[in-house]
C-alpha cells in the first residue's frame, strides 16, 4: 500500500502568494487543509501537541487499521517536498489546560500569538476528551478511558514511550465497556497485550454496535466474552479495580437517535471480577482551551458555511467541528475548510 498524500491537488510547490497560514492539529484534517493550502501557493506551518504529525490516526487507531509507514510517509512528503513547517510537542491554547495526550507537550503558544503572526488560522484539534460514566468506583485505580489507554500502547509502538509506562495487562482481566470502533480497538490490543480474559460489555445488541456485527464476531472467534443487555452500575474495589457489577436491560422504544432505548431490568444485578475497567462511550470534541470561539452545547466549534469560526479569520475542521467522526469525514471537512480558507485570504466572495 503506498503512502497517504495529502498535498494531491499538485505535484510540485507552486509559485508563493505570500500568504501564511497556522493549522492547530495535524490530524487527518489537519493535514487535508495542508496538502490543499500548500497546493495553492501558501505558507503553512502545523502546530500539534504531539511528537510527530498525525493526530489520532497515528496515536489512536491501531496499526491493522491504519499502517504507520502511510501516515508517515504522507507527512514526510508535506515536510520535505512542500516545505510545511511543523512545530510537534507544542500546545495552542487561549489559558493552560490539561487534556488527554497532553503526555509530550514541551511548549505552548497563545492563541494571540498566532492570529498577529499569520494571516488566517485553521482550528483542527479533535476530540481528545473521553466520556466516563459517572458510577460509584470511577477514582480507582485501574479504570482507564479506552482513548488513553490506547494512546499509550501506541506511542511505545512508535518509540515515544517506554513499554513499561503503558497498562501492564498480561496475564489479567480486563472488561471493555462499549461497542463502537475505539471499543474494539482496546479490546483486541488487550488481547494481543497478552491479557487473560476480555469481556466486553454493551447497552444494547450486536445489531445495534456502532462497530457493526462482523467487527464484534471477529472479536469473539478470537476469545472476547461479548455481553450485550448489560450496563456497568458500580466499579468494585477499595483503592484497586476488583470488580465490575453490571444490571442486565431490554431494549424499549427507539430514543433520538433511531436506536431502541436500553432499559435496566431491577434485580438482575451481577458481579464479574475484573483488574482493568476500560471506558469506550464517548470523546468530547477539544477546542484550544479557554477561548473565546463560540461552541455549542456539545462542545463542538460554530462554523458559518465557509467554516469560519465566530472570529473573522479563525477557521475550524475535523472532529472538534462535527464531533467524532471517521477518518475520511474528517478529511473531507478538512478539504472544505482549506478551500474556503483559499477564497477568503485572496479576497474572493464565495
Known amino acids: 500500500m503506498p503512502?497517504?498524500?495529502?498535498?494531491?491537488?499538485?505535484?510540485?510547490?507552486?509559485?508563493?502568494?505570500?500568504?501564511?497560514?497556522?493549522?492547530?492539529?495535524?490530524?487527518?484534517?489537519?493535514?487535508?487543509?495542508?496538502?490543499?493550502?500548500?497546493?495553492k501557493g501558501h505558507e503553512v506551518h502545523v502546530y500539534d501537541k504531539l511528537p510527530e504529525p498525525g493526530g489520532l490516526m497515528l496515536f489512536g487507531i491501531p496499526e491493522f487499521r491504519i499502517p504507520i509507514y502511510r501516515v508517515r510517509d504522507g507527512y514526510s512528503e508535506l515536510e520535505n517536498v512542500f516545505e510545511v513547517k511543523f512545530y510537534p510537542k507544542t500546545k495552542v491554547v487561549f489559558e493552560e489546560m490539561q487534556e488527554e495526550g497532553d503526555d509530550f507537550v514541551e511548549r505552548t503558544v497563545s492563541f494571540s500569538e498566532l492570529k498577529e503572526n499569520y494571516d488566517a488560522i485553521l482550528i483542527a484539534t479533535g476530540t481528545w476528551k473521553s466520556t466516563i460514566p459517572n458510577i460509584p468506583g470511577i477514582e480507582l485505580e485501574g479504570v482507564l478511558p479506552a482513548l488513553g489507554y490506547l494512546f499509550r500502547i501506541k506511542s511505545a509502538k512508535l518509540g515515544h514511550l517506554d513499554w513499561n509506562e503503558v497498562t501492564p495487562v498480561e496475564g489479567k482481566k480486563v472488561m471493555v465497556v462499549g461497542a463502537g470502533h475505539t471499543a474494539v480497538d482496546a479490546a483486541?490490543?488487550?488481547?494481543?497485550?497478552?491479557?487473560?480474559?476480555?469481556?466486553?460489555?454493551?447497552?444494547?445488541?450486536?445489531?445495534?454496535?456502532?462497530?457493526?456485527?462482523?467487527?464484534?464476531?471477529?472479536?469473539?472467534?478470537?476469545?472476547?466474552?461479548?455481553?450485550?443487555?448489560?450496563?456497568?452500575?458500580?466499579?468494585?474495589?477499595?483503592?484497586?479495580?476488583?470488580?465490575?457489577?453490571?444490571?442486565?436491560?431490554?431494549?424499549?422504544?427507539?430514543?433520538?437517535?433511531?436506536?431502541?432505548?436500553?432499559?435496566?431490568?431491577?434485580?438482575?444485578?451481577?458481579?464479574?471480577?475484573?483488574?482493568?475497567?476500560?471506558?469506550?462511550?464517548?470523546?468530547?470534541?477539544?477546542?484550544?482551551?479557554?477561548?473565546?470561539?463560540?461552541?455549542?452545547?456539545?462542545?463542538?466549534?460554530?462554523?458559518?458555511?465557509r467554516h469560519m469560526t465566530s472570529i473573522e479569520g479563525v477557521f475550524a475542521a475535523g472532529d472538534v467541528v462535527i464531533g467524532p467522526s471517521k477518518v475520511g469525514r474528517a478529511v473531507l471537512d478538512g478539504l472544505y475548510a482549506a478551500k474556503s480558507m483559499h477564497a477568503w485570504l485572496m479576497g474572493v466572495r464565495e
Open 3 to 39: 503512502g497517504m498524500r495529502f498535498a494531491f491537488h499538485c505535484r510540485e510547490k507552486p509559485e508563493p502568494t505570500g500568504k501564511k497560514v497556522a493549522i492547530v492539529g495535524a490530524g487527518p484534517a489537519g493535514l487535508a487543509a495542508a496538502g490543499y493550502l500548500v497546493c
Open 188 to 305: 483486541m490490543e488487550s488481547l494481543l497485550l497478552g491479557a487473560e480474559e476480555v469481556y466486553l460489555s454493551y447497552r444494547r445488541t450486536i445489531k445495534e454496535a456502532p462497530a457493526g456485527p462482523y467487527e464484534i464476531n471477529l472479536l469473539r472467534q478470537k476469545g472476547v466474552k461479548w455481553m450485550e443487555l448489560t450496563i456497568p452500575v458500580r466499579i468494585i474495589g477499595e483503592k484497586r479495580v476488583k470488580g465490575v457489577e453490571l444490571q442486565r436491560c431490554k431494549l424499549g422504544e427507539p430514543d433520538k437517535s433511531g436506536r431502541r432505548k436500553p432499559i435496566p431490568i431491577e434485580g438482575s444485578n451481577f458481579q464479574i471480577e475484573v483488574d482493568y475497567v476500560i471506558f469506550a462511550v464517548g470523546q468530547k470534541p477539544t477546542p484550544p482551551a479557554g477561548g473565546e470561539i463560540a461552541l455549542d452545547k456539545w462542545g463542538c466549534i460554530i462554523v458559518d458555511k
